[in-house]
T-cell receptor, first 113, second 114 residues
Framework: DAKTTQPTSMDCAEGRAANLPCNHS???????VYWYRQIHSQGPQYIIH???NNETNEMASLIITEDRKSSTLILPHATLRDTAVYYC??????????????FGTGTRLQVTL | NAGVMQNPRHLVRRRGQEARLRCSPM?????VYWYRQLPEEGLKFMVY????????ESGMPKERFSAEFPKEGPSILRIQQVVRGDSAAYFC????????????FGQGTRLTVV
């Protein structure tokens, strides 16, 4: 699976949008971009994933560049409960079988008052 | 629809004992993944299983660790002759059959070896 690069940490004021970037310049055609987060020591929580089109759900939006070499996760109105480590993961889907999720070091997002 | 259930949530074992960690996937999910997280470290992939089949065990230690996902019942991660270094949080995730690729995690089992 392609490697991803994320900033180590970011701060965001409560109520503002949090924009978390991810670089995946070696992504290949059958690889999806996934985002998970881990709040304190809980189990990782699925947020969103996409292949090439922008995606939105009740938690976040995912913006993928046209060349697919980078993406941005957007939390539109961050709250204190969004403080977590956010992981951007690239994952292949081959002939119907998904590969493992490989977690990097992620971005530690701190939402402040 | 219940989420991924892991039990026990906390497990204490003495050195040399066996630890058995159970993971019940979400309803309709036939794929299970196990991950280990050492204190203050990231999540490390261990093994990926389908029912009665190991797909990818590239992250499993060569000795003392084994995993299974039988046709009926939960997936089991088994650690024989535990050592202090096995103390960690063990997470499992499940995903549906081919066609949808989201994987959902349980809340983990925290193993402490004393």
């Amino acid at each position: 699976d392609a490697k991803t690069t994320q900033p180590t940490s970011m701060d965001c004021a409560e109520g503002r949008a949090a924009n978390l970037p991810c670089n995946h310049s070696t992504i290949s055609g059958n690889e999806y971009v996934y985002w998970y987060r881990q709040i304190h020591s809980q189990g990782p929580q699925y947020i969103i994933h996409g292949l090439k089109n922008n995606e939105t759900n009740e938690m976040a939006s995912l913006i993928i560049t046209e060349d697919r070499k980078s993406s941005t996760l957007i939390l539109p109105h961050a709250t204190l409960r969004d403080t977590a480590v956010y992981y951007c993961i690239v994952r292949a889907l081959n002939t119907g079988t998904a590969s493992k999720l490989t977690f990097g070091t992620g971005t530690r997002l701190q939402v402040t008052l | 629809n219940a989420g991924v259930m892991q039990n026990p949530r906390h497990l204490v074992r003495r050195r040399g004992q066996e630890a058995r960690l159970r993971c019940s996937p979400m309803k309709g999910h036939s794929h299970v993944y196990w991950y280990r997280q050492l204190p203050e470290e990231g999540l490390k992939f261990m093994v990926y299983l389908q029912k009665e089949n190991i797909i990818d065990e590239s992250g499993m230690p060569k000795e003392r660790f084994s995993a299974e996902f039988p046709k009926e019942g939960p997936s089991i991660l088994r650690i024989q002759q535990v050592v202090r270094g096995d103390s960690a949080a063990y997470f499992c995730a499940s995903s549906p059959p081919a066609g949808r690729t989201e994987a959902f995690f349980g809340q983990g089992t925290r193993l402490t070896v004393v």
